[in-house]
């Protein structure tokens, strides 16, 4: 194991922003759908949809625009008209194109610690979307590697960390989500720094583990280089 400490990125919603698209593509899913179900009561069916669906299709805009055709069908009881369903279709296509829009900051902050510290990016989806979006989010030459996995959970970060070689208590992982970048690391052994986004898709709700010695919480991703160079002093 190398005692170099590996600061590990999520990307949606950490690096760039993600759930306010899928939030966008809801409301007007719910608009399509108007005429056939409550949006309460809609929203609620996707919902349940997706978690049904994530063990089939895996995260990602191609499982969530599937669970938006199955919804649609399941709730005009097989009456709704191909013209909907193409439009849902037309969703999804328009999230896959959707330009990719970094949070303020990244780019400064990610282009200073790759000057200091091996940078690494962890996020779980669609192989195809994830590769592109990185892609074209001009930050990949940051990374001294890239990791796009089915799911975030101890196993997967504890096998990623072994065959780089990082020892637990030397790397953090920086994300949004304290289901799968937070609890997961902490149990692992190493620092799960969280920063928040003002959207959590309900999936990913977790309790936050207060009072944990390895849980730090910020504001901002610009405040990640203050606290890395205070926990993992050059």
Known sequence: MTDAPMLAFDADDTLWHNESFFALTEEAFGQLLAPYADPKALKERLTQTERRNLGVFGYGVKGYTLSMLETAIEVTEGAVPASVLQALLDLGKEMMAHPVTLLDGVGDVL???????????????????????????????????????????????????????????????????????????LEVGGWGVHIPYHLTWAHEAAPEPLGHPRYVRLADIRDVPDWVGAQFPL
Request: net charge negative; proline share 5%; glycine share 6%.
């Open 111 to 185: 282009e200073d610690l790759a000057r200091h510290y091996p940078l690494m990016l962890i996020t779980k989806g669609d192989l195809f979307h994830q590769e592109d979006k990185v892609a074209r989010s001009g930050l990949a030459d940051l990374f001294s590697a890239v990791e796009i996995v089915s799911e975030k959970d101890v196993p997967t970060y504890a096998r990623v960390f072994g065959r780089h070689g990082v020892a637990p208590d030397r790397l953090a992982m920086i994300g949004n989500s304290l289901k799968s970048d937070v609890l997961p690391i």
